[in-house]
DNA sequence: CCAATAACCAAGTAATTTAGTCAACTATAT
DNA sequence: ATATAGTTGACTAAATTACTTGGTTATTGG
């Protein structure tokens, strides 16, 4: 069973796609620097969750990554499925094989909890997670301070416009 | 999150403990055999079980460890805290301040996660995994490897009887 | 008493996994 | 052309897990 940063991680930049994407696609660098998730790490978990299809890419300028499909078809299990192996809480990987072939002691326990786990994570699509209020204000205060961010940067205006209008849209 | 070999040795061991402790208190070295953990790891998480008082050991010979109280008053997520440090699905440990002291986009969800888990766990008791009948079959051919695999030790007749009587009890 | 037993404890190590870096390459918009 | 931004693979550092080693204490049966 593993559920630690990489899952958390793809989550939190798949509900950032979310919550930013209205029909251009977003750059990783965006989502880098409003979820402080390194770029190159994002990259990595990005391959993953385009090969799973929840995700496809736009190549060149302006270029970026956009949801395949929409907000209430794309769920929490899914994301973390992608990234991780599983979220499988037996060591056998449900095979019920992991004591010399033969199911072991607390195997049914174990598959009882994943399925648990799996049912619940499915329940949550990234549409209902948008929606909830505290993710909205979280998502505010994330782009106000990505804006003082860039503001100490070297900016042109474009660059702000495009922020302001993703911020207050 | 982290639910790993190290959860599921405990509640295994936990489980067997249960399983096999009629009266007479059981040694690690038995539970090592049957459920094939390492002896010297095993050492390691009775002491955490200990320290949480799930167990009580009795030292010397003949002695061993016992479930400090009534199978229906021990929970798995009891356990599995006992040896992890949580079922914890959130990187703050639940404070809500994993980005610069405030909370971050997905922690409610991960919160959320968090207490699925622990009252799924919390809902099962050593007697409810005891009563199963998968349980009670594995036990079964686990105590008959066990006989074999001594069959083919040196042993005496009481080390023998020992055995058998908690095979056939 | 004494030797065997089995819990207790501390430190260290090997293997694995995670999280992240680096460098090169490809497609595309301006 | 050139800058942008995705794509890929290999590589590294840190953390964690799983396990070993080598003791010490307490208790019991002989
Ligand atoms: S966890 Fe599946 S057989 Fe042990
Ligand atoms: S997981 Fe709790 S604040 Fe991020």
């Known amino acids: 069973m593993r559920l630690t940063t990489k899952g958390r991680y793809a989550v939190t930049a798949m509900l950032d796609l979310a919550i930013h994407s209205h029909c ?52 929490v299990a899914q994301i973390v499925d992608a990234v991780n192996e599983s979220i499988d809480a037996t060591s056998c990987q449900g095979k ?14 174990w598959s009882d909890l994943s399925d648990q786990i799996h049912h619940f994570l499915s329940g949550i699509s990234l549409e209902k997670l948008v929606d909830r209020g505290d993710v909205k204000s979280i998502s505010q205060r994330q782009n106000n301070v990505a804006l003082e961010d860039v503001d100490h940067e070297d900016l042109n205006q474009s660059d702000l416009r495009v922020i302001q209008t993703s911020h207050t849209a």
């Open 24 to 75: 251009d696609p977003i750059s990783l660098a965006e989502i880098s620097k409003r979820q402080e998730i390194s770029l190159s790490y994002l990259e990595q978990l990005f391959s993953k969750l385009r090969q799973a299809e929840l995700v496809v890419s736009v190549r060149g300028p302006g270029g970026g990554y956009k949801l395949s499909r929409s907000l209430d078809d794309i769920f």
């Open 96 to 109: 019920g094989n992991c004591q010399h072939g033969e199911v072991c002691l607390t195997h049914h326990l």
